[in-house]
């Protein structure tokens, strides 16, 4: 049986006297804090409320909507509320413990004693019996009621940890949903453009036919390459239905208007500093690790208070009762009494129940800790991931605008050949696919950019607002206006 050392002993009966001196005070503060945050989330709400359903919708407008409206972070909100309370719990623990009762019976009956001549004479009872009494209990050594002090905390800490960890999570959704919408309009144009120009193309090809300047062929050819425009059509249009209602269940409202990208897209310079030191961040402040390193913390305190059963406790009991023919032998009497002393407690034999939950405690501790370096390795992966898109989208986004500069010219050089005899009309229509494609991947690029700089930010521990705000402010200006159908999606 593990017995804790005379002097640890003493440091923490003098830690669990400061606190409990201290706990009244802490109730006081928390109560002011848990206010002054109540006023804030108010104060948020009305700034909220106030945009207009009408107003364009913009990455940090849509941010302040999502943190009033996503249910999965309104959950988290509780959620945290909840953690916190973990610290009254666990500073309840080393303050006193007042209990009172108070009990009053009427009591009939009869009563039979012997005599001074040994015969048994009755009497009858009718009379009303009291009791009541008050009693303050305070630890004084008791580190089993310390461990769970240092638990609430701990378990606070790890709320606060998990609230942060989903709230970069509910940044990374929001960004997302409103990239994809980004990108299923810009996919809805390009195809509509596409299938405009085929439309144009085909009819000329036609007119052609007709006047004997061209081959049945060719228009064949140009119909069915419309036909499967105008399917695209449809499944971009679909595809931004689908976005559209994803970004409305995190932001609350249905969007009518939506900030585009701006046409000069600027590429940041080169990533500062190295991966390394980017690395190092996400193993200090990454929300993820923090939340399961707080973990480990908790299990260290639940080490610590399976231990602490082994060693005895010691309390300050004080009582004031009171009884008024509280029984048979006090009949017909009034008592007040008044005590005071110390209780003590030794643990002697539980069944074994203390040496399996010290054991079962260290085994978790132990399944925590791998936990938290599991969570390590991936975030090291997720952070070199996102700075390599980083880095490389800068370089795929200078290759694709060349790619759709060499495209268009391209085009123009098939047209010509074609016009000239010396091109087909597949080359035309081959031409043309590859600029449009062309044109979609520089879109799906540069948001895939955008969303790589914000995940990386994150993932280093910085806070959602700040990495969408300069994303907003930088790269975001033109309105997308979106009627009630998104298939009448025009942009201004």
């Known amino acids: 049986m593990a017995t804790p050392h005379p002097r640890r002993s003493t440091r923490i009966l003098l830690r669990m006297v400061a606190t409990a001196a201290l706990g009244l005070a802490c109730v006081a503060t928390d109560a002011a804090d848990a206010a002054e945050a109540a006023n804030a989330v108010a104060l948020a709400g009305r700034t909220v409320q106030g945009d207009s359903a009408d107003s364009a919708l913009d990455l940090a407008r849509a941010w302040r909507l999502a943190l009033q409206n996503d249910h999965?972070?309104?959950?988290?909100?509780?959620?945290?509320?909840?953690?916190?309370?973990?610290?009254?719990?666990?500073?309840?623990?080393?303050?006193?413990?007042?209990?009172?009762?108070?009990?009053?019976?009427?009591?009939?009956?009869?009563?039979?004693?012997?005599?001074?001549?040994?015969?048994?004479?009755?009497?009858?009872?009718?009379?009303?019996?009291?009791?009541?009494?008050?009693?303050?209990?305070?630890?004084?050594?008791?580190?089993?009621?310390?461990?769970?002090?240092?638990?609430?905390?701990?378990?606070a800490d790890q709320g606060t940890a998990v609230f942060e960890a989903q709230r970069q999570d509910t940044g990374v959704r929001l960004a997302t949903a409103y990239f994809d919408v980004l990108l299923a309009h810009g996919d809805l144009a390009l195809q509509r453009s596409l299938a405009a120009s085929l439309e144009k193309q085909a009819a000329g090809l036609e007119s052609q036919y007709k006047k004997n300047e061209g081959t049945r062929t060719d228009v064949q050819e140009t119909r069915a390459r419309l036909a499967i425009a105008r399917a695209d059509v449809i499944r971009a249009d679909d595809r931004l239905v689908v976005a559209l209602r994803q970004l409305q269940a995190l932001v609350g409202i249905a969007p009518r208007r939506i900030a585009a990208m701006r046409a000069m897209f600027p590429l940041a310079p080169p990533l500062e500093p190295d991966l390394d030191e980017w690395l190092n961040r996400a193993r200090i402040n990454n929300a993820q690790v923090r939340s399961a390193r707080e973990a480990v913390n908790v299990a260290d305190t639940e080490v610590s208070r399976a231990v602490s059963r082994y060693a005895p406790t010691m309390d300050l009991v004080a009582s004031y009762g009171k009884a008024d023919s509280e029984n048979l032998s006090t009949l017909s009497q009034r008592t007040n009494t008044f005590t005071i002393g110390v209780q003590i407690n030794i643990p002697i034999f539980t069944g074994g129940y203390n040496t399996a939950n010290v054991s079962q405690t260290r085994s978790d501790r132990r399944r925590l800790q791998r936990e938290l370096e599991a969570t390590l390795a991936r975030t090291q992966v997720e952070v070199t991931r996102h700075h390599t898109r980083v880095t490389g989208g800068a370089e795929r986004i200078v290759a694709l605008q060349s790619s759709v500069e060499s495209g268009q010219l391209a085009l123009d050089a098939a047209l010509k050949g074609f016009r000239l005899g010396a091109w087909s009309n597949l080359d035309v229509l081959a031409a043309q696919d590859r600029l449009y494609q062309a044109r979609f991947d520089l879109i799906e690029a540069r948001l895939d950019y955008l969303l790589a700089r914000l995940e990386l930010a994150i993932a280093a521990g910085t806070p959602p607002s700040e990495p969408i705000r300069d994303i907003n402010d930088s790269y975001l200006g033109p309105i997308i206006h979106l009627a009630g159908n998104a298939r009448k999606a025009e942009a201004e």
């Open 72 to 155: 999965t972070f309104r959950a988290a909100i509780s959620e945290q509320a909840a953690a916190q309370s973990e610290r009254d719990l666990g500073r309840a623990a080393l303050l006193p413990v007042v209990q009172a009762r108070y009990v009053r019976s009427r009591v009939s009956g009869t009563l039979s004693e012997p005599d001074f001549t040994g015969q048994r004479v009755g009497f009858d009872l009718d009379y009303d019996s009291s009791s009541a009494y008050v009693q303050v209990q305070q630890p004084l050594l008791n580190y089993e009621r310390y461990a769970v002090y240092q638990r609430g905390q701990a378990r």
